[in-house]
């Protein structure tokens, strides 16, 4: 009898098993695996940082609304923070409030420049960048990125290049984000 009892169970018992060893498989996948959400296309930490930055965000422009209307650092926050979620309208805003406020304005009209010329504001852009160089003569970068906008956006290659030979001028090793110089620059357009 007792043999009947264990050949008749003998299958359960390896389905039972089998079906224990299945479903602990799928729950250890489950906890250890990266969710989708995290596998699909332009998710990533970026996203992340983009969430934090806009909370943060928020909470200057709260902070702007109460008692930090005038605070030129909180909106220097502010301006770059809609920079860095890709805002450009917003970002252009806010360091047109900026200039108003701080005292050395060279940087902020080189980086109003680069807001106006992501927002495909071109004229503006180059606008921004001479009012960086009326305000610092030395901001090489300022007056280097006219000649991108010149160069890049208008198609106008020679104001560009005479752009690009006053920053030679002044600084022969002026280096791009490329790692080449100014002269190396120069040399390759001729």
Known sequence: ?????????????????????????????VYNAPSLISQLEGSSTSNTNQ?????????LLESVTQDDANNAETWSQIANAYYDIQDYPKAIEAYLKLVTLADDTSIIYQDLGVAYRRNNQ?????????????????NLQALFNIGVVQYHDLNDEPSAVATWKKVAEMKPDFQLSTGQTIQQLLEKLK
């Open 1 to 29: 009898m007792i043999q009947k009892i264990l050949n008749f169970s003998k299958p359960i018992l390896i389905t039972v098993s089998i079906f224990t060893g299945f479903l602990g498989g799928v729950i250890f996948t």
């Open 51 to 59: 969430a934090d930055i806009t909370r943060h965000l928020n909470h």
């Open 122 to 138: 071109f004229p503006q852009a180059i606008e921004a960048f001479e009012k960086a160089v009326e305000q610092n003569p030395e």
